[in-house]
């Protein structure tokens, strides 16, 4: 939800606002405005494909901040689509945006596009710092005001919807809550955060102590995310407002103009029968029903998230279009154990893929992924009770196809997708998922991934995904990554798990190598303005897969450890590491000094190799020569001394050696 332009209109008023010092409340936080807030603005890269490790810290900080002035966070993130499919319009819209948001910032400008794993990073946060959260089936909107008001808590967002809740503790916008500016209470020596609380009596007061049950009107005849009534302007271009003494009138004539002429009503009745005089009348039966019914939308009651976060009970208030999905489901998305992606694709078999910082001249960075989402498609749809979820008709017509949106050169496009299923998963049924034993589950995943089963033992339990992942994405990545590509990858991975040593060791803090390579390779991302993108779509592309592994890993319940994606990549040190490698520094020189590094590094790297041919990353001019050179040594066999080693046993035995290959 949102109206346009009430953000920035309520921003410059400050006497809308009350100055406070929060501190020692329960506070209820929307999870997807302050992951998006906490990575826009505090400086973080947005072109390399997201630094992930710095977001991570700066979401915990945050939070510390929160635990010093005893305010105690309820984290609530959106779900899937709404369930009626009302904003399916502003969905498309906004992933156009988004599309032309990338290209502008991959091209040097400037933007704000959120890293693909983002919130995959800042539902880790969460965990990792045990902060109550839920995932809410559809948009957590109305679940934040309601539980709120049904505590008595403020609540923490960046949505001008809130402008219009009657909310009994208040609403923080996240532009004005100074949580780095914390500061010791002179009476009682209390930490508190300064903040500015929207207050709604303020706002009404000033547009002649306007009743407040005329809010929700104001906001569904300006529009929000859940369309216009086309209708509304032909309301909008005979009306004639009154001038109000508001600051900014002429950035936002339409907002204090509609204010204050409903200011003049008593009650919506009144204003909704004033507004259908301006429209033809037979249109006014049907615009008075669509204005009543989002009107609706603004109108509280209790939350049935109170006893989820009080005494663990399951989400209870489910929609009827997923009544019929099974019951271990809608706990694991209540949980945040499911992604949301998975609900677009049982409610309405689609999904909106989301268009990265990559390469705009070539397929989107998603096609790499395409096998891996076209097996989940296959688990998710192969039941037999496909037909009972989501919208009736559209879900039984369209078998076992998944309509995907997605980047088409710098346009939206349309795809329909076939459900895959594999030997291993065709007998499986969404239902029987989590009752299927761990080696068939692995086995699902594996084969999907199209890697070895012996990869499981080739590295810590959780970096086998991420590993597993990269095999599969030398494979399938177009272009084919070169090696000092994965080499850069690969850095990346151990520079994440020299962080996690260094953040794990505790009060003697760690080892004076690992502290040393740590700080060393933290000077070494990426200061140049330019922007490889190239490069970036590589990168892209490993991302959307891991994305995509993680979902399917997810539905699999697990089979193998999900992997902390802070620790997995910093897009700002591998295109670093990978400038680093071409100007002829190893990774051995790279990471020389610390030998926990050094052995990581070539403990992934061995594993991955093992599960490419030996001449992978050989350019097609190496393979005629070698072709040819093997030629010439078969005819001289004979004059071969019996103490050389064969090429092939060298290949096949020291994999490392390709660190040596040229990569250009």
Known sequence: MGILGLTSYVGNNCHFFIDTKLKNTNIIIDGNSLYHHLYFNYGIDKR???????????????????????????????????????????????????????HSIAGGSNGSVLPLLSREVFQTVLLQLEIPFVQCLAEADWEIASLANQWNCPVLTMDSDFCIFDLKGGYYPLNDFNWRSTSKDKDNSEFYIPALCFSIDKFCAHFNHMNKALLPLFAVISGNDYGNIPAMEDFFSQVIFPLGNVRNAKRNNRIHGLLNWLSRFEEPGEAIEKVLEYLVDSRKDGIQKCLCAAMEEYKLSDSHLAEFFTKGTPLSKVPV????????????????????????????????????????????????????????YGLLLNSRNLSKVGNGAQGKNKGLLVEEYCRHDLTLGKSQVKAVLTRSSESLSLEAIAE??????????????????????AVSSHLILPVAVTCYWLTHSVPKPKLMQLQALLMGIVYGELRRL?????????????????????????????????????????QACIQMSLYLNQLLCNPLQQPDISWLYSGTFVHQAFRELKQDRSP?????????????????????????PADFFQTREKKAKKFTKQQKDGRSKERRSDTEEPLSWRNINNRFSLLLTDDE
């Open 48 to 102: 390399h494909g997201g630094d992930y490790d710095v977001f991570a810290d700066l979401a915990r900080s945050f939070f510390k901040q929160l635990f010093l002035c005893h305010i105690n966070p309820y984290v609530l993130l959106d779900g899937g689509c709404d369930y009626t499919d009302k904003k399916f319009e502003t969905l498309k819209m906004r992933a156009k945006d988004r599309i032309r948001v990338a």
């Open 436 to 457: 299927v034993s761990l080696p068939v589950r692995l086995k699902i995943l594996l084969e999907t991934l199209g890697v070895k089963p012996c990869i499981v033992d």
């Open 321 to 376: 279009a997923m009544d019929m999905l099974p019951d271990w489901v809608v706990v694991a998305l209540g949980k945040g154990k499911l992604a949301p992606y998975i609900i677009d694709i049982l409610l309405f078999q689609r999904v909106f893929l989301i268009a990265q910082v990559d390469d705009s001249q070539l397929p989107s960075s998603h096609m790499c992924s395409l096998p891996i989402r076209q097996v989940m």
């Open 502 to 542: 260094e953040c794990d060791a505790g009060p003697r803090g760690p080892t004076d190598d690992v502290k040393i390579a740590c700080d060393r390779l933290w000077r070494m991302r990426v200061r140049q303005t330019d922007m490889d993108i190239k490069l970036a779509h590589i990168f892209c592309q490993w």
């Open 588 to 612: 051995d020189f790279l990471l020389s000094g610390c030998t926990v590094a050094c052995r990581l590094f070539k403990d992934i790297l061995s594993a991955v190799l093992s599960d490419v």
